[in-house]
């Protein structure tokens, strides 16, 4: 359409292409720890929200949990010892959250339908985050507690997690044995 030309175009001289794309300035990328953080932030106000207003709130330790990730934040340089250190402390804030949305579930209390859809978003980042954070070798995790010679790991069956010894040392060539619990 040449009625759009503007007529002082010189047409001799090359043209230049200008990209307009455009990016939001204000993406986030989250780490594990904050996110964790941000599910046990969630995970109390669950807790609120089932709690009676006269009603003594069950303990979730949110002044320890939230000092410990700020001084974590703070931090310039995150070695992997103090990254999985504060995982790990941090998941367990959110397990202990959790039992207890679960416990007051099951008292009667109800959340309602975007409280609810939040605890599964939550349940979610809790069982990513778990299975990230424990070592899998050969579909067994590894690293649990040491007692006699025996290490007692989880492993994942059919979808169920059992409770096996594994037996270092002399025997660790042996298969794993699981447990019935």
Same mark, same amino acid.
């Given at each position: 359409? &040449?009625? /759009?030309?503007?007529?002082? $175009?010189?047409?001799?001289?090359? %043209?230049?292409?200008?990209?307009?794309?455009?990016?939001? +300035?204000?993406?986030?990328?989250?780490?594990?720890?904050?996110?964790?953080?941000?599910?046990?932030?969630?995970?109390?106000?669950?807790?609120?929200?089932?709690?009676?207003?006269?009603?003594?709130?069950?303990?979730?330790?949110?002044?320890?949990?939230?000092?410990?990730?700020?001084?974590?934040?703070?931090?310039?340089?995150?070695?992997?010892?103090?990254?999985?250190?504060?995982?790990?402390?941090? &998941?367990? /804030?959110?397990?202990?959250? $959790?039992?207890?949305?679960?416990? %007051?579930?099951?008292?009667?209390?109800?959340?309602?339908? +975007?409280?609810?859809?939040?605890?599964?978003?939550?349940?979610?980042?809790?069982?990513?985050?778990?299975?990230?954070?424990?070592?899998?070798?050969?579909?067994?995790?590894?690293?649990?507690?040491?007692?006699?010679?025996?290490?007692?790991?989880?492993?994942?069956?059919?979808?169920?997690?059992?409770?096996?010894?594994?037996?270092?040392?002399?025997?660790?060539?042996?298969?794993?044995?699981?447990?019935?619990?």
């Amino acid at each position: 359409p &040449l009625a /759009f030309v503007n007529a002082n $175009l010189d047409l001799n001289r090359p %043209l230049s292409s200008v990209d307009s794309t455009c990016a939001p +300035s204000h993406i986030r990328y989250p780490q594990d720890t904050s996110l964790l953080n941000e599910a046990r932030e969630k995970a109390e106000d669950l807790i609120d929200a089932l709690c009676l207003p006269n009603e003594k709130k069950p303990r979730t330790y949110r002044n320890i949990a939230h000092k410990e990730y700020v001084s974590f934040a703070k931090t310039k340089k995150k070695s992997t010892k103090k990254i999985r250190k504060q995982i790990k402390r941090q &998941l367990g /804030f959110l397990s202990r959250d $959790l039992k207890h949305v679960k416990r %007051l579930q099951l008292h009667g209390r109800k959340l309602s339908d +975007s409280q609810a859809h939040q605890l599964e978003i939550i349940q979610d980042v809790y069982k990513q985050q778990k299975s990230s954070f424990l070592r899998i070798e050969n579909g067994v995790v590894l690293g649990f507690t040491k007692d006699q010679g025996v290490n007692w790991s989880m492993a994942e069956v059919d979808g169920e997690w059992s409770r096996c010894k594994r037996y270092w040392g002399m025997m660790a060539e042996f298969p794993i044995r699981c447990v019935a619990e």
